[in-house]
């Protein structure tokens, strides 16, 4: 099955600058990836989204690449700020009757004021 | 527009009791449905999926078991509930034609 490697767990920045978080997954079949931001206490949100027939997604401070070739793909958060801070989550997942996501570890992101 | 209702939000429960959770979904028919446990501080845990009224794939062999009784409903159930049930039990739906998945709001079980 699918495995999905998130890295880092943990991740803090200033104010002001970019982050960037990194998933790679196993089963070249994946073909679509999608991020969740997850507040403390609350539900996972998804924020963005990419699909494999395309490999550069942008909304706003938000970006993600996806290397289908090297089976990796990244979030990119721009002029961070303090309600960024929460814990984010990959995923793939396979186009199937099911179309189950299989989540990376998480990544805890503290943005400094 | 599409919502997912989950109850109860908040579950505090002895060893070896039994569990009902539930969740609904408006706005939407025939979605793919979804159960996944998050212990304190991890990730996501895929429980059980479905997607069709009686038609459930468990993930991961435990003593809790779903049922879908309606096309909109999805229930977790457990007979007996250990401690290591503690966690918060997300519902989460996707379209069937669409990979997004969209979560509920959660329920915060705790098993003393």
């Known amino acids: 099955g699918e495995n999905v490697e998130q890295h880092p767990s943990t991740l803090s920045v200033q104010e002001g600058d970019s982050a960037v978080i990194k998933c790679t997954y196993s089963d070249s079949a994946s073909n679509y990836f999608p991020w969740y931001k997850q507040e403390l206490g609350k539900r996972p949100q998804l924020i963005i989204d990419?699909?494999?027939?395309?490999g550069e997604k942008k909304d706003q401070r938000i970006a993600v690449t996806l290397n289908k070739t090297a089976k990796h793909f990244s979030l990119h958060i721009t002029e961070t700020q303090p309600e960024d801070s929460a814990v984010y989550f990959c995923?793939?997942?396979?186009?199937?009757?099911?179309?189950?996501?299989?989540f990376g570890g998480g990544t805890r992101l503290m943005v400094k004021p | 527009s599409q919502t997912i209702h989950q109850w109860p939000a908040t579950l505090v429960q002895p060893v070896g009791s039994p569990l009902s959770l539930e969740c609904t979904v408006e706005?939407?028919?025939?979605?793919?449905l979804y159960w996944y446990r998050q212990a304190a501080g991890r990730g996501l845990q895929l429980l059980f999926y479905s997607v069709g009224i009686g038609q459930i794939s468990s993930e991961v062999p435990q003593n809790l078991s779903a049922s879908r009784p309606q096309d909109r409903q999805f229930i977790l159930s457990s007979k007996k509930l250990l401690l290591s049930d503690s966690g918060f039990y997300l519902c989460?739906?996707?379209?069937?034609?669409?990979?997004?998945?969209?979560f509920g709001p959660g329920t915060r079980l705790t098993v003393l």
């Open positions: 989460a739906w996707s379209s069937g034609t669409n990979n997004e998945q969209f």
């Open positions: 706005g939407t028919s025939n979605p793919n």
């Open positions: 990419i699909r494999s027939n395309v």
């Open positions: 995923a793939a997942s396979i186009n199937n009757a099911g179309n189950m996501l299989t």
